[in-house]
């Protein structure tokens, strides 16, 4: 199958409109040349740059070069024999050029010294070539508008940028990398213990679950209207963006899509949050001095901190991955959050409904896969748990059950058994604190971990999650 999709790709034509593409036949034939007369060390070489068959104009060395790869994977030696018979017994060796051609290659070429001079002419001229192939489809489908403008935007921004970043080809890795990866951070658990080894969340039991929200995760937190979805991922945010003294983490650069709040608003709720001002009452009664004076020392925290908050609301999915894809091109993302996924337009008004946040689920995963940061989607409950008086499920997740499919973590917040149904005076008593109301974080899913119901405290005064066990400074 794999040498069929190769030759697959061989075949299909590039367009280039009518000028003839950047290309130079000498260094081809001087690095096929090397490739068979030193060996194969060449080819290794150019293996481990990615360099593929398309990435030579001259049919004829396409054919010789997956020879060659072809024989290097077989364990068999490389030279013009096992070249020219392995093309014969593929019946491309007329098309190869013949057994003449082969040898008259190596007849060129004296060694193997300016092998990689040869190797980077030819990558630049197979890259130039791409971006001239796709600047004329661009050209041509802009004329032809067959498809949706966002559509074509992403697709045209997904060439360039895969070109820039040196990613065409095959993305697929030996399992040697990945382990390695596995036992450095089995390595970094084993010397720091139970510390935060991704992004920390800000709640110990809850990184105790997890270890922190890691690369390419894709994190859900469901609610019902009013139960704390926003501040909590301003929770996050602040333990992001403030890591703990000695942890030996920087500030985490986060992105976060707001489609329901201003940014404003938003900066309001971080920073009377993190000096602990009651957001409520300060805007009724003026705060006093202290308070005022530590509204400004914590405005003075968060100023050059890396966050950066994208209000604009009906965005497509689309739209979101463009932003974060340039983001991360000018400085590397640590954490997204998006707020909500509901929110978020389909591609295609069409389709129904849960198919569109289907697609948009689907979308966000593959956002963290591309970006290696943890994705966190928050997410609108439907009533069934209120109509039913039950503590809410991942079937609970409105319009979309592939959400929790998609999802390496899905967290639910709720009261607790006791205090449903009750009334908001009775939860309070039972939070043991004024003002402040207990909150249930169901962690219903854990893809790398186990599963556990976190007891937490809400207090929409001060618009801030904690545990219960801490204690309270009072702004009043």
């Known amino acids: 199958m794999a040498e069929r999709n190769q030759r697959n790709r061989r075949e299909e034509k590039p367009n280039y409109g009518d000028r003839v593409p950047p290309h130079n036949l000498d260094a081809e034939r001087g690095l096929i040349a090397s490739i068979i007369i030193d060996g194969g060390e060449t080819l290794q070489r150019c293996l481990s740059e990615k360099i593929s068959p398309v990435y030579f104009f001259d049919p004829k060395h396409q054919d010789i070069y997956a020879a060659a790869i072809k024989l290097s994977h077989d364990n068999s030696g490389i030279d013009e024999i096992t070249i020219t018979e392995k093309l014969r017994r593929e019946e491309r060796l007329d098309s190869a050029g013949g057994a003449a051609y082969v040898n008259e290659l190596t007849g060129q070429v004296a060694s193997s010294a300016h092998a990689p001079h040869w190797m980077a002419i030819v990558r630049e001229k197979y890259f130039l070539r791409c971006l001239i192939s796709t600047s004329v489809d661009t050209v041509e489908k802009a004329h032809a508008h067959i498809e949706g403008i966002d ?16 990613q065409v080809g095959d993305t697929a890795v030996p399992i040697d990398k990945p382990m390695d990866e596995a036992m450095e951070m089995m390595q970094r658990i084993f010397q720091d213990g139970n510390q935060v080894q991704g992004v920390p969340s800000g709640f110990t039991d809850l990184d105790r679950l997890t270890f922190g929200f890691q690369q390419g995760q894709m994190v859900v937190v469901a609610a019902r209207p009013g139960m704390g979805k926003t501040s909590i991922a301003l929770n996050f945010i602040e333990a992001a963006l403030f890591p703990k003294p000695n942890s030996g983490k920087q500030p985490s650069h986060v992105l976060l899509f707001s489609l329901e709040m201003p940014a404003r608003e938003l900066a309001m709720r971080l920073l009377c949050s993190r000096a602990r001002v009651n957001l409520q009452k300060m805007r009724t009664v003026r705060p006093d001095a202290q308070s005022q004076i530590d509204l400004v020392k914590t405005a003075g925290e968060f100023k050059g901190l890396p966050l950066i908050i994208d209000d604009n609301g009906g965005q497509t999915i689309l739209e979101i991955r463009a932003k974060c894809r340039r983001i991360h091109a000018q400085k ?18 069409g389709l129904p409904r849960e198919q569109q946040i289907a697609e948009v689920s689907r979308s966000i995963k593959a956002m963290a896969k591309e970006f290696k940061v943890p994705v966190i989607a928050l997410a609108q409950l439907n009533r069934k748990s209120e109509e039913e008086s039950r503590q809410p499920r991942m079937s609970d ?74 204690d309270y400074p009072r702004n009043d």
Do not use: W
């Open 332 to 349: 590397p993302l640590n954490l997204i959050i998006i707020d909500y996924i509901q929110l978020i337009n389909g591609l295609d008004s």
């Open 151 to 166: 559509q074509l935007l992403e697709q045209v921004e997904q060439a360039f940028f895969r070109i820039a970043e040196h």
């Open 397 to 470: 997740l409105r319009e979309s059950g592939s959400i929790e499919q998609d999802a390496d973590i899905v967290m639910l917040i709720s009261k607790p058994p006791t205090a449903q149904g009750k009334a908001a005076e009775a939860e309070a008593e039972l939070a043991g604190q004024d003002g402040c109301y207990s909150r249930q974080l169901i962690v219903a899913k854990n893809r790398n971990g186990p599963t556990a119901d976190i007891n937490l405290l809400f207090n929409p005064g001060l618009t801030r999650f904690e545990t219960p066990a801490k």
